[in-house]
C-alpha cells in the first residue's frame, strides 16, 4: 500500500469545503458496478453530518487538501500578504473564474487578497451610490468564511472573535479593507 499524505483524525483544509477532518481511510466502492478504491472520508467542522469522498489516486481532488496553518502561519500570512495582490478584473467572467479558482485552491494568502480587492470595489460602488454584484457578493461571503473558518480553528477562536483578530492583525499596516 502506498504511503498516504494525511492521517485519520488530522485537521485539513479541503478547497471550497473549507476546514474538514479526515474521519477514515477505506477502501470501498461508491457504485456497485464500480471497483473498490482507497478514499479519504471527511467531515467539515461545521457539519459532522456532511461527508466528502476523495479517492486518495485522484491527484486533482486529492491537491485541494493541505494541512491547515498553525498560529505562527496565520500571524505571518496577515503580517505579510500582498493585500494588493488582486486586482479588480471589469470582465465579469474573468473575475468570476479567478474569485471560484481562488477559493478552491483554498490558499489562506490568496483569499485574503481577494477580500480585500472585493471590498475595495464595494467601497467605491457605494461611493457612487451602487451595490456590489450579487456573483462578487457570494465570492466574498465563501472567501471569509473559509479564511475565517481556518483561523478560528488555528487560533482557538470563537466565530465573533475572527474578523475584530484579522482586522487588529493586518490594521497595523497601510488602508486595509477587511470589514466585517
Known sequence: ???????????????????CVVDEIKKMSLLPDMPAEMYYILHTVRDEASKVFVPVD????????????????????????DLE????????RARSDEFHSIIVEGVSGRLLSMICCIHRRKEHLLDEGKNLPVTDSNALKTAEKLLEDEIACVMHMGENEVCEYIRKTIDSREKTYYTV
Open 1 to 19: 500500500m502506498e504511503k498516504l499524505q494525511f492521517k485519520k483524525g488530522q485537521l485539513i483544509a479541503y478547497g471550497s469545503n473549507g476546514v
Open 58 to 81: 485522484n491527484t486533482g481532488l486529492v491537491s485541494r487538501m493541505r494541512n491547515i496553518m498553525n498560529e505562527e502561519q496565520v500571524e505571518h500570512m496577515l503580517k505579510t500578504t
Open 85 to 92: 495582490d488582486i486586482t479588480w478584473n471589469n470582465d465579469r
